[in-house]
């Protein structure tokens, strides 16, 4: 693989990751509820569950699942009842929500988010297909295989580190203004409506 092919898959990463679609609502939303602990181990998630997506389509899952239309659709609105289900439970819990234990909740979170942020990923159909196609572009067929994914694997991951905590620190600054029970209970339910508006960018998505 040349420079100028990994500059341009870089580039590509970047632009791509910077467009807002569920995963960048779900930090927001773990940023905005959680906190910085819980956001970054949604990262940590998205990222594996990212890595692990490369493996099943460079495996084939991406063409079966762009073959079979009916188990498409089955994965997809897995995905997206899954991330309407997350949004809808934080905003009935941050109606039920006590001032004394917000602290508890925060620390309690954090391997919750780095499940949501990798079955998110995970059930993301065309985040699949996407990367069978897209990857396949920048990998030399005479080159080293192995060598050239995991290359590219590591820059994807990184990229979507970086970006992916750009936005967490956004909300956070965000949210370190609000300190009163009812500002906490505002950015609960602005986070379900992220996590809610996520699953309906996926909903769409074709």
């Not at 089955?74 to 929500?97: C, D, F, N």
């Not at 620390?107 to 396949?136: D, E, R």
């Not at 080159?143 to 590591?154: F, N």
Request: net charge positive; charged share 10%; proline share 3%.
């Amino acid at each position: 693989m040349s420079l100028d092919t990994w500059i341009a898959y870089t580039i590509a990463c970047v632009v791509l990751t910077m467009i807002p679609g569920p995963s960048v609502m779900l930090v927001i939303a773990q940023s905005l509820t959680r906190g910085r602990t819980a956001a970054a181990m949604c990262i940590f998630g998205d990222v594996v569950g990212s890595i692990l997506l490369v493996g099943l389509s460079f495996a084939g899952v991406g063409a079966i699942l762009a073959a079979s239309a009916v188990l498409f659709q089955i994965v997809k609105w897995a995905g997206v009842l899954y991330l309407a289900w997350l949004g809808i439970s934080q905003i009935i819990e941050a109606r039920r929500e006590a001032p004394e234990l917000a602290g508890h909740q925060e620390q309690g979170s954090s391997w919750g988010s780095f499940w949501a942020g990798a079955v998110t990923a995970v059930l993301n159909p065309k985040a699949i297909v996407f990367y069978m196609a897209f990857l396949a572009q920048f990998i030399d067929p005479a080159g080293d295989m192995p060598l050239q994914l995991a290359l590219l694997t590591v820059t994807s991951s990184v990229v979507v580190m970086v970006l992916l905590a750009g936005y967490a620190l956004i909300a956070e600054r965000a949210r370190l203004f609000f300190r009163s029970q009812l500002a906490r209970r505002r950015m609960g339910y602005a986070g379900g409506a992220f996590m809610i508006g996520g699953s309906t960018v996926m909903a769409v998505t074709r």
